[in-house]
């Protein structure tokens, strides 16, 4: 039996800053995914923005609520997503993963390679409610990961009780940028 979440996964996990694992549905499957995002500074004029297998708007719009929601700067620096194994996350819940790997690549904060972040990002820096909410956190467990990250407001029809990772329910990025230090 493949499980895609071990094939997207396996062998390519790197404890490095700038990377963070999203949960995203394909169709009714969840699937694991890995971020990976380098920041680093630019030589050009006008920095390098390149996302593969992410939405590019999508990750300009994050940046920016970086910017003005958290301070981070990143007006100087060239920016780079790349989502590992060629998948293309068009899931919305992997905002919040974005945001994080962006956060360890600026800061150079690795994130624990136990730890999955699920979230949409809206323009106030809040965390909206994510669909299948409860069948992403029985994969998320399944494949090892402790701690997950997600909107409070997604936890309100979930047991949580039924989970032995920890699950933060988080109603802001600013709250999920202080659970990771």
Request: net charge neutral; glycine share 10%.
């Amino acid at each position: 039996v493949v499980i895609p979440s071990m094939m997207f996964l396996e062998g390519s996990r790197t404890v490095a800053s700038g990377t963070c694992v999203a949960c995203i549905m394909e169709g009714t499957r969840p699937v694991m995914a890995e971020v990976q995002a380098l920041v680093c500074k630019s030589v050009l004029a006008s920095p390098r923005r390149t996302a593969t297998g992410f939405d590019y708007y999508r990750m300009a719009i994050i940046i920016a609520v970086l910017e003005k929601r958290l301070g981070y700067f990143f007006g100087g620096l060239d920016v780079y997503i790349n989502i590992v194994g060629g998948l293309k996350l068009d899931d919305t819940a992997a905002d919040l993963s974005v945001a994080l790997a962006l956060y360890s690549g600026l800061t150079d904060k690795v994130i624990s390679d136990k730890l999955i972040a699920l979230g949409e990002i809206g323009l106030g820096g809040e965390l909206r409610s994510i669909s299948h909410c409860e069948q992403r956190l029985a994969e998320c467990e399944r494949m090892g990961f402790e701690t997950c990250i997600v909107p409070a407001h997604s936890l309100k029809s979930v047991d949580t009780g039924k989970f032995s990772m920890k699950i933060i329910g988080v109603r802001s990025i600013r709250e999920a940028f202080k659970t990771i230090g």
